[in-house]
């Protein structure tokens, strides 16, 4: 509660300032300071009014102004002040001279400051503009690494009868320094791992941008719990900066849990509980070793995958990993026809047990990230009541960029393509001869500051000697439906299906995929607020089989809210309904995270 006193005490003194309005007017209260709310400060506030406003007038170039108070005193109501300013003739820039010496007279980030200087001859005066000036110019010189540098002289020379000023920066740079032994403390890991994540070469000039991106490539890693790379200011000598990388590893073992559900695509859209366990070692040895296990656990589609990683040539970007896991799956849609509505209703879906077995190295060149792999795969599976247990060793290789404009969740604009083959082969050991080609493309762009552009491509073909689609494992055919391919649609809801009579006697219709895929988006975002905004889209594509493109429509639109963990986004499609097929015509999609 607040007592009437401490009402009062808040309407000591009210302030009324006129002659002056825009942001003379806002230097002249911030420089006031706050209301008071005592009477001592009362008492300090007016007798410092004088010099404040002056203080404020000077600072913005004006040296000859006038200030009239007026101050009413009342035992019962708030004090009135008022002040009455007259500004007078604003004093202009006559000239700015700013000079360099020393090794930073060469330096380009130099020259591209100065001709961002903003300040020139017949601008106002402004001694905040000047400080900030003086403030960029050592910032930068620090972290270019001129810590030698010091002004010879800063000065504003102020001629008050001709209303002129003259600015005078004479910086002094001194030579730059460059790297000297970079340290790494708290580590078990090999020295020689360490120093192959030092992102310049031995001895480079000094930038603080290259400290941190050592940073960042410590932080890549994944072995460390806390990281501060420090340049030891104190230890300069011969011309050269020492660096200390403070580490502390992560716990030998981490376990987290995941709790979760999905609604399936049966006859009653049942709700199937998932629980989820890794397990991470981060730093399995100290060449860097390292492994994730996850398991997750449903009614009918348990799953384990274990990885093992290898470092080769250097931490992050040559890697070789090996990985086995056993995976129950599904794909697609199975309908029976219900011949009392005279409608295929929702049943299940392809069911898929998975052996898989691989190695692959990935190595990262210019922006590029390599992979090449040697899969085994065993997948067993009923098709129209008919049981395949199909084997393939699968030789495979991707390519893949990304590029972002910033590093936020959020970029405003960049790119990201893949482009992967992989080839089977009854002479690998393979049941079926297969080649499979898989490009896909996303490209973002922002246009007048709130106005976003995403669109992506999804192409997708298997190239087989076998006539039989069934022959070919679920988990290598195209399926499209869902927030990354076609919205409005359940996941993998669409694709080429097959008409039967089961053994029960009802007639099915099952969803199995086909040979090709080609799903494409376009999606325009408006920004409400920079957290918040709104998007339409239109999807479309599928995938088919030879012959049989049958290309599907949605449209919708969400909303996105940008949170810290990245975007979080509602959106609503409504698909064109298909009327061979008991498809939704509507969905919703909550998704999260970054779109790059």
Known sequence: ???????????????????????????????????????????????????????????????????????????????????????????????????????????????????????????????????????????????????????????????????????????????????????????????????????????????????????????????????KVLPQLDKLADGKVPVKAELTPKPAHSFQVGLGADI?????????????????????????????????????????????????????????????????????????????????????????????????????????????????????????????????VMLGSSISKTVRSDNSLDPKSGYRQLYSVEYTDPLLGSDTRLTRIKAQLKWIDTFFEKHRLVSRLDLGVNLTGSGELAEIPPSLRYFAGGDQSIRGFSYQELGPYIEYTNSDGEQVRQVVGGRYLAVGSIEYQYYVTPTWRVAAFVDGGNAFDAGQLDPVVSVGGGVHWISPLGPIKLDIGFGVRDPQVDYSTWRIHLTMGTEL
């Open 264 to 392: 399936g695509n049966g006859s009653q859209n049942e709700l199937e509980p998932r629980v989820t366990l890794v397990w991470k070692t981060p730093q399995v040895n100290r060449y860097g070793h390292s492994q994730e296990t996850s398991l997750e656990w449903s009614p009918d589609r348990p799953k384990a995958l274990f990885t093992y990683t290898i470092p080769l040539s250097h931490p992050l970007n040559d890697q070789l990993q090996f990985k086995a896991g056993l995976l129950w799956d599904s794909y697609g849609v199975s309908q029976t026809f219900d011949p009392e509505s005279g409608e295929y209703r929702n049943s299940g879906q392809l069911e898929s047990r998975k052996k898989i077995i691989g190695v692959a190295r990935n190595k990262r060149i210019s922006g590029w990230l390599f992979s090449y792999y040697l899969n085994g795969l065993q997948e067993r599976y009923n098709q129209s009541e008919i049981a395949y247990d199909p084997m393939f």
């Open 1 to 227: 509660m607040f007592s009437a006193s401490a009402v009062a005490e808040d309407k000591l003194l009210k302030v009324k300032i006129t002659g002056v309005d825009g942001a003379l007017k806002r230097n002249i209260q911030a420089y006031l300071g706050e209301d008071p709310v005592t009477e001592a400060q009362r008492d300090a506030y007016l007798f410092n009014v004088s010099d404040s406003v002056n203080q404020a007038l000077e600072s913005l170039g004006y040296y000859h102004g006038k200030l009239n108070q007026t101050l009413t005193r009342d035992a019962k109501e708030p004090w009135q002040l008022s002040l009455e300013v007259t500004a007078g003739e604003v004093t202009k820039l006559q000239w700015v001279n700013v000079r360099i010496e020393g090794e930073m007279l060469h330096d380009p980030i130099f020259e591209r400051w100065l001709n961002s200087v903003a300040l020139k001859p017949g601008d106002n005066l402004n001694h905040g503009d000047y400080e900030q000036m003086k403030s960029q110019l050592s910032a930068i010189a620090f972290a270019r690494g001129y810590f030698d540098g010091h002004y010879q002289r800063a000065e504003i020379r102020i001629n008050r009868d001709l209303n002129t000023a003259q600015i005078n920066l004479v910086f002094d740079s001194g030579e730059r320094y460059r790297f000297g032994d970079i340290s790494f403390t708290g580590s078990t890991l090999e020295p020689e791992l360490l120093d192959k994540l030092i992102p310049f070469r031995p001895h480079a000039k000094y930038n603080t941008r290259r400290i941190a991106a050592l940073n960042q490539q410590l932080l890549d890693t994944g072995y460390f719990a806390s990281i």
